[in-house]
């Protein structure tokens, strides 16, 4: 067995400096990794049981009562895939072709209009290496990795010394935080912090293009526009800027324009990328995938003559609009992020479940399968938060299936 260094899988950082202590092919102790990969790697508290209508049956069983459940359905849904492999989003996607299926994952109601433009060119983007070694202005847009991310501050963004930036934050760093709370991570990072009201992320976008533009800054909010103005002037002056875009931003945003007009404004003067803060290890992973297969990076339907794709085919529009006859679910849980309502209408479909864990969805599930925990009981590869690819090592064996063994099992089986 391979001795490290491993990857973890807590988050979309993917950290690969972890090390492990193996006691009878158990593991007692994780260094390095923050207390997300920590309780990722140590595993489920509670491991999910090979299960049908409730009843444990052996993994033969419920492979097959899982292929009949998606054959027999009319309209079938594939989603998740934030917490698997790229080999089993291949899977997943081969399976979707195979039954006419709709597929989608979490990044159709959160970053994935970031990845979508990041792919498409609309928007510049860099690697965490190059953050770490040559960025001095970072700005957390809605974002708070002190806690969604815990390693980032270190690793990469505010306070490693890296090759053009060796004097590290004191000195050749400069980090903004504009959020609708001081945060944390504002706390952490000084006092270049700016408030802003709830939704009004594109209004002072548009405040900072004008004063980008020289012209004086206004917002319904009264914001000094002194302010604005300085920390236009901060934005000017970087030599190779990053801003982090979280959820807050995301989900403020009803177009991306206003961040294209201001990410274009700034590199009229300087040099500026973006990183979507994405959460699950290899969300943006599944976006890469689909796009390969289809040209779209979520939202996608097999069933009609032509591949479709749009709003209509998301999850929760399919859902809310009683589409769906069926779900297979993988790596997610989606009765637990769901708003209530649909996920009152996901739980009364037939759900399959493949998931190293147990959670919400798959206590509701009429097919649970259990999986090997990626990057701990198997191997495989995932993308990073920002677009690098990287190899993740069996730690520990395990007699369970990974996720791709399972679906490529319930691919054969219809």
């Known amino acids: 067995m391979d001795t490290g260094p491993f990857v973890c899988t807590g988050c979309a950082l993917l950290c690969d400096d972890i090390a492990v202590e193996l006691q009878d092919s158990r593991m007692i102790r994780v260094d390095t990794a923050c207390r997300k990969g920590v309780s990722r790697m140590k595993g489920c508290t509670s491991p999910m049981l090979c299960t049908v209508d409730g009843k444990a049956v052996d993994l033969d069983f419920a492979i097959k009562e899982a292929s009949r459940v ?64 040559k960025a001095d202005v970072i700005v957390f847009w ?16 505010y306070f490693p010394r890296g090759k053009q930036r060796q004097r590290g934050w004191e000195e050749d760093r400069t980090a903004v935080i504009i959020d609708v709370r001081r945060s944390d991570t504002a706390v952490i990072c000084g006092d270049k912090f700016y408030e802003i009201p709830i939704r009004a992320d594109p209004e002072f976008m548009e405040a900072l293009v004008s004063a980008l533009s020289n012209k004086v800054p206004k917002t319904s909010f009264n914001m000094d526009p002194k302010r604005i103005l300085e ?166 064996d395990t007699s369970k299936l990974s996720d791709e063994h399972i679906i490529a099992r319930i691919t054969e089986a219809i």
């Open 142 to 157: 809605g974002a708070d990795p002190s806690h969604s991310h815990p390693r980032h501050l270190s690793m990469y963004s």
């Open 231 to 396: 920390l236009a002037n901060i934005l000017k002056k970087a030599e190779f800027g990053v801003v982090f875009a979280g959820l807050g931003m995301t989900y403020s945003l009803d177009s991306l324009e206003p961040l294209f007009r201001l990410i274009g404004k700034l590199n009229e003067t300087s040099k500026f990328h973006l990183i979507p803060m994405v959460g699950q290890y290899n969300m943006r992973g599944f976006d890469h995938t689909l796009f390969r297969e289809t040209g779209f990076i979520n939202r996608v339907y097999f069933g009609g003559e032509n591949i479709e794709q749009g709003p209509q085919q998301s999850v929760v529009e399919l859902i809310s609009n009683n589409v769906v006859d069926a779900a297979l679910i993988i790596g997610s849980d989606p009765l637990a992020s769901l708003p209530g309502q649909i996920a009152k209408k996901l739980s009364k479909i037939p759900l399959i479940t493949i998931d190293p864990c147990e959670n919400l969805t798959s206590k509701r599930s009429k097919v649970t399968i259990p999986s090997a925990l990626s990057g701990v009981e198997c191997g495989g590869t995932a993308v990073r938060m920002d677009g690098v690819e990287v190899t993740l090592k069996q730690i520990i």
């Open 70 to 133: 998606l054959k027999a359905a009319k309209h079938p849904l594939i989603f998740g895939h934030g917490n698997s492999t790229l080999e089993a989003q291949r899977k997943a996607i081969e399976l979707a072709k195979k039954l006419g299926a709709h597929i989608d994952d979490t990044s159709s109601f959160c970053q994935g209009p970031l990845v979508e433009a990041i792919l498409n060119e609309k928007l510049p983007t860099c690697t965490l290496d190059e953050v770490r070694h």
